[in-house]
């Protein structure tokens, strides 16, 4: 909800002293020579929030449109804000801070840090309806950048069921099985969130929208993924074989995904590989 007019010269003033204080490094990104900034650039800030560089510059300039709260909950990831400097974000452009629910949604600092420090493993952070909230440079390069502010652009069930070009990158005899593992660990986390608005919009919009969700959510199978085996099919390093290690936080609405290799594998070589090259395939795992 509004509560104000959006304070833009304070807005923007704290945007620039925020992006300040972050090295590129800090956020998984390389420093770089000739930097003239001490932080990060107002691109980079862009490209970890997914939204336009345009759209962030103007906000920093105090111009622009009201920022929505999933833009503000974008660039709050994306600045690493801690608890109160988030509420101060969304007070400053007019918003009430995030409660209940919904402040499940903001990753903890350290967490961030946590995935920087694993340069070698894929690693990402997602709520428990399947928002992708925060990945680190492996993870991107193996299964692309999916942080976007869209309401379900970055959720993995939406793109499942929705998104040709995903499943593309899984092998298709377990199709039928990726999708059975999304429907039952979504059933769980519904059941969790009893009357939630954003469990129910998106459960709705996955009905109008596949047949074949429907027809899953029907069985009203229940399943919480922790661990699963799953394949990825990378344009580049070619087929890579990962065990989903699945760590919950204690309230079960994130939860940090490890992809690690499999003992016997030659995993570790193709992740070294695709470490080197760094390019994105533009998917997300199958299995959470």
């Known amino acids: 909800m509004t509560t104000a007019r959006p304070d833009r010269p304070e807005l923007a003033d ?30 980079e800030v862009a490209q970890l929030a997914g939204m336009s560089a345009d759209y962030y510059i103007r906000l920093e300039q105090a111009r622009g449109p009201q920022p929505s709260p999933q833009m503000l909950a974008s660039l709050a990831r994306a ?51 399947g928002d992708v909230l925060a990945q680190n440079a492996m993870a991107r390069a193996l299964l692309g950048g999916v942080c976007t502010v869209s309401e379900h652009g970055r959720n993995v069930v939406w793109r499942w069921f929705t998104d040709p070009a995903v499943r593309a990158a899984y092998p298709p005899e377990e199709h039928e099985h990726y999708g059975r593992l999304h429907a039952a ?30 027809s899953l959510w029907e069985r009203h199978e229940v399943a919480v993924r922790r661990r699963t085996r799953m394949r990825v099919l990378h344009a580049v390093v070619g087929p890579v074989d990962l065990d989903c290690q699945v760590l919950l936080s204690p309230d079960c609405d994130q939860r940090l995904i490890l992809l690690t290799p499999p003992p016997g594998t030659d995993t570790p070589d193709r992740l070294a590989l695709l470490g080197a090259v760094g390019t994105p395939q533009f998917a997300e795992p199958a299995a959470r």
Do not use: N
């Not at 974000?89 to 995935?115: E, K, M, Q, S």
């Not at 979504?186 to 009905?207: K, S």
């Open 185 to 214: 660990d979504l059933r769980a986390a519904v059941g969790r969130r009893a009357g939630d608005p954003a469990a129910t919009r998106l459960v709705d919009r996955l009905r109008d929208a596949s047949d074949e969700f429907c």
């Open 79 to 129: 600045l690493r804000l801690d608890t109160d400097e988030r509420d101060h974000l969304y007070l400053l452009a007019g918003h009430r801070p995030p409660a209940g629910r919904t402040a499940g949604d903001h990753v903890a600092p350290g967490l961030l840090h946590l995935l920087d420090q694993l340069p070698a493993t894929p690693a990402q952070v997602l709520s428990d309806l």
């Open 14 to 43: 704290f945007l620039r002293r925020s992006r300040d204080r972050i090295r590129p490094q800090d956020a998984g990104l390389p420093a770089g020579p000739r930097r003239r900034t001490p932080g990060l650039r107002r691109e």
